[in-house]
Each structure stands twice: as C-alpha cells, then as structure tokens.
C-alpha cells in the first residue's frame, strides 16, 4: 500500500544543520519530493529526487535517499529562523499523474 | 508569470449547504489536481483533472466532485457539507502530470469552515 510516514516535530538552533527524516512503502515510486508549508500559505516545492539517485544537493539543501530501506531525507544546511515551517515529504508512483502521497508533515521550529 | 489562484481564500457555510471553490492554474499548465488539508488526516488527494477529464481519482465520497474547463481552470464542489468537510482545500497545477517528474505548484488554498 501507499504510506509515507514523517516525524512530526523538530527544533534546532540558528546555523545548525537541520535532517528531516521520511520512509516510504511503494516500491513502485518513482519521484520524492520535499515541500515546505509557511503558516497560512500553499506548499512550495523545494526539490525532488529520481527514484534510482542516491543523493541531490542544492544550495542549502540534500536529499539522500536509500531505496532499499525506502528513507529518505533532507538536510538543511546552516538552518535559519525564516527556515521554520512545516516540511513535507511526498511520493509519485508511475502513472498516477498529479496524485502524490505526502507525509504527515514535520514541524521544523529554529531557535535564535 | 502568476502564480495558481485559488479563489475564495475564507469561507464559512453551514451543514447541509453546499460550495464551489475555483482555481486558475498557471498559464500553459494543462494538470489541475486537489488535495484536501486537515489536521487530522493531513494531506489528501481528491482528485486531478488534465484536458477536461478526469484523470485520477483519491477515495472520497461522490460528494466531492469537480470539472475542467477548456481553459485549464478547474472548479470543485462539495454538496450536503458536514461538520468534517472543514479543510484547508489546495489546488495544485503541473504542465502534464504525465512520467517524469510531477512538479506540482501549488495556490495558497480555499479555507472552508462548515458550522
């Protein structure tokens, strides 16, 4: 079945570097992404991940993926107080078009 | 380039009402999907629409239903509204929604509160 399971909440301090962790069930995945949610606002994309990568790195941001225990997470580097929010993983299976499955959210808090 | 617009952004309506929420999808993207946001349940998918059909459909009730119209804008709507049909309701738009990457973007939402 389709389930993508997230922590719910995590607190660091300004210039840690922040992992948000994510597991996943569907072996027929082919795309993980990681969406962002500010209060009161849609989800932005931040990046995605072909299924066959192992990691993708962008500016601040890397997304390593392990498919065989089907994890995945993502590491914000040098974290910033305007980085709290809520984080999204999500997962695309082939053929579905726009459906995605998302995790329940983690709530990212970053202390000055 | 303007973003996806979700209109309206708040509305109250009463048990057994019904609602339309509308989206405008980015120009030249021809997917519109839905999702639906609670605390509870989280993110949901409801359904997505590509070239005025109906393309995939998530587990929700025939009350949820929706169009497309030939301009890639999409309308959903919620008949005999309950109490639990209160959400956060986000209307995302891709180029194709096909193979390959899916990147959705998604509008700042419809927040419906049914009393």
């Known amino acids: 079945g389709e389930d993508v399971e997230q922590s719910l909440f995590l607190s660091v301090r300004e210039g840690d570097s922040s992992v948000i962790n994510c597991t996943y069930t569907d072996s027929s995945s082919t795309y993980l992404y990681w969406y962002k949610q500010e209060p009161g606002a849609g989800l932005q994309l931040l990046t995605y991940i072909f299924s066959n990568m192992d990691m993708k790195q962008d500016q601040r941001l890397t997304v390593l993926l392990n498919k065989k225990d089907k994890h995945l997470s993502l590491r914000i580097a040098d974290t910033q107080t305007g980085d709290s929010a809520i984080y999204f993983c999500a997962e695309s299976i082939d053929n579905q078009g726009g459906k995605l499955i998302f995790g329940q959210g983690t709530e990212l808090s970053v202390k000055p | 380039k303007a973003g996806v617009t979700q209109t309206p952004r708040y509305l109250i309506k009463t048990r057994g009402q019904q609602v339309t929420l509308s989206c405008s999808p980015i120009s030249g993207h021809r997917s519109v999907s839905w999702y639906q946001q609670t605390p509870g349940q989280g993110l949901q998918f409801l359904f997505e629409?590509?070239?005025?059909?109906?393309?995939n459909k998530g587990n929700f009730p025939g009350r949820f239903s929706g169009r497309q119209f030939s301009n890639s804008r999409s309308e959903m709507n919620v008949s005999t509204l309950e109490l639990g049909d209160s959400a956060l309701y986000l209307c995302a738009s891709s180029l194709t929604g096909g193979s390959g990457a899916n990147v959705l973007t998604f509008g700042a939402g419809s927040r419906l509160t049914v009393l």
């Open positions: 629409y590509f070239s005025e059909t109906q393309r």
